[in-house]
C-alpha cells in the first residue's frame, strides 16, 4: 500500500485520523490503540520518546505508566510545566510486542507522522528521552550517556537529549542526572533566542524533522 502524501495536511487533528488507520509496518497486527501523543499543540516543548509501551498500548495515550508520572514530576517540580503545557509524543506510534527494542524498517515507515507532527506544531525545544529516540531524531548511532544535557542546534530548534524517565525509576543515580538535565532544560526554555536555521550541526535535515 502507497503511503500517504502528508504535504496537504495542516492540523494535528487530521494527521491524527491518518495515522490512526496506518497499516504500514506489522506493529499494526498486535496493537491496541494507535498512540498518537498529546498534549498543547502550540508548546515550545515537544518530548519524543520511545514507543508505547503495555500501559499507553491499552489507553491510547503516551506516558501513562510510571515512567510518565515521573516525567509529570520533574515537569512540575524542576521545570515549572504541567503536562497540557508540553507536547509528548514517540517515534513509533504502535507498541512493539513485549516492549522489544523498535526495528529500523518501523522507525522508516512511521518518521514521517513524527517529521509532521514537529511541523505542526514548531516547537522551540525538542527534548528526546533516551537512546532509541535520540538516535531516530539524530539520525546518529550514539549513546545517550554521552550526550545527554547538551543541547544541538538543529534548523531553529534546539535538540535537547536526555535519558528515559524509565531508565531512572530504579536508578538513583540516573534519576539525579536527569533532575540535572532537567534544570538545563528549564534554562534553555527560558532563554529568549532561538538558535539560527542556517546553524545546523547534527545531521537532523536527513530526517526531514526540521
Ligand atoms: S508503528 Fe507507525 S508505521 Fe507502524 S503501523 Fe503503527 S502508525 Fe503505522
Excluded at 528526546?128 to 550514539?142: C, D, E, S, W
Excluded at 524517565?165 to 538545563?184: H, S
Aim: proline letters at 7%.
Amino acid at each position: 500500500m502507497p503511503e500517504e502524501d502528508l504535504s496537504q495536511i495542516n492540523s494535528l487533528a487530521a494527521l491524527e485520523q491518518v495515522v490512526k488507520t496506518c497499516s504500514h509496518c506489522p506493529l499494526r497486527q498486535t496493537r491496541t490503540h494507535v498512540v498518537f501523543g498529546i498534549g498543547n499543540p502550540h508548546s515550545d516543548l515537544v518530548f519524543i520518546g520511545e514507543a508505547p509501551g503495555f500501559h499507553e498500548d491499552r489507553k491510547g495515550e503516551p506516558f501513562v505508566g510510571a515512567a510518565g508520572r515521573l516525567l509529570d514530576e520533574l515537569l512540575i517540580t524542576v521545570v515549572g510545566l504541567a503536562r497540557k503545557d508540553i507536547y509528548i509524543a514517540n517515534v513509533l506510534k504502535c507498541r512493539p510486542p513485549n516492549n522489544r527494542d523498535p526495528q529500523p524498517d518501523e522507525i522508516e515507515h512511521c518518521r514521517p507522522f513524527l517529521d509532521k507532527q514537529i511541523e505542526l506544531i514548531d516547537p522551540k525545544v525538542i527534548c528526546t528521552l533516551g537512546n532509541h529516540a535520540t538516535r531516530a531524531v539524530l539520525n546518529q548511532n550514539i549513546n545517550i550517556s554521552r550526550i545527554h544535557g547538551r543541547p544541538i542546534q538543529s534548523g531553529g530548534r534546539w535538540i535537547f537529549p536526555t535519558y528515559h524517565p524509565a531508565a531512572a525509576l530504579y536508578t538513583g543515580a540516573i534519576k539525579q542526572l536527569l533532575i540535572e538535565d532537567f534544570k538545563k532544560l528549564g534554562e534553555l526554555l527560558a532563554e529568549d533566542t532561538a538558535p539560527q536555521k542556517s546553524a545546523d550541526s547534527a545531521g537532523t535535515e536527513q530526517m526531514g524533522l526540521f
